[in-house]
């Protein structure tokens, strides 16, 4: 049920990205202001089968907002939205069979470190966070947990990206 869940989140989001491209346009976004920052990390951090890139919009928003306030704003939405890829890993436990290469090292590590490999995964600049939260949904690691630990380094990586992006973005369109 909870797969089935993750799923229809997925495919919702999908649905509102590809019918209103102009709800998650950086200006319609901006308008929004950290809200905006917020809701656009929460919604391409909900997507667990089709990406939405909410990060480009980040660099956008940071520029003429606090880049630090949107990255805590985009953090927190980014972490509650990887709450998907846990519940569809608590749920799909006994349907993950033959497991890849990266999910085995990223289990091996989760279940060596527990908390911090979360953290590390969530503050790296790596598209490994994703399958961190399935792990730790088959793991049957508690979900404030998960959420508690992820949020700092959900934080700190956007923190990093959109002040970088900011700058970045300044310096290509002045």
Known sequence: MTVLLAVAITVGIFYLYRTY??????????????????????????????????????????????????????????????????????GGRGMIKGKGRMYTMVENWMRRWGGWAIFAFAAAPLPLFDIAGVVAGVLGYPVWKFLLVAWPGKCIKYIILVWVGAWGWKVVLP
């Open 21 to 90: 491209p102009e709800w998650f346009e950086a200006e319609a976004l901006k308008k929004w202001g950290y809200l905006g920052a917020f809701l656009i990390s929460l919604i391409s951090s909900a997507t667990i089968i089709l990406p939405v890139p909410g990060i480009v919009v980040l660099f956008a928003l940071g520029t003429t907002l606090n880049p630090v306030l949107v990255g805590l704003a985009g953090g927190t939405g980014a972490t509650i939205g990887e709450i998907t890829g846990f519940l569809a890993g608590y």
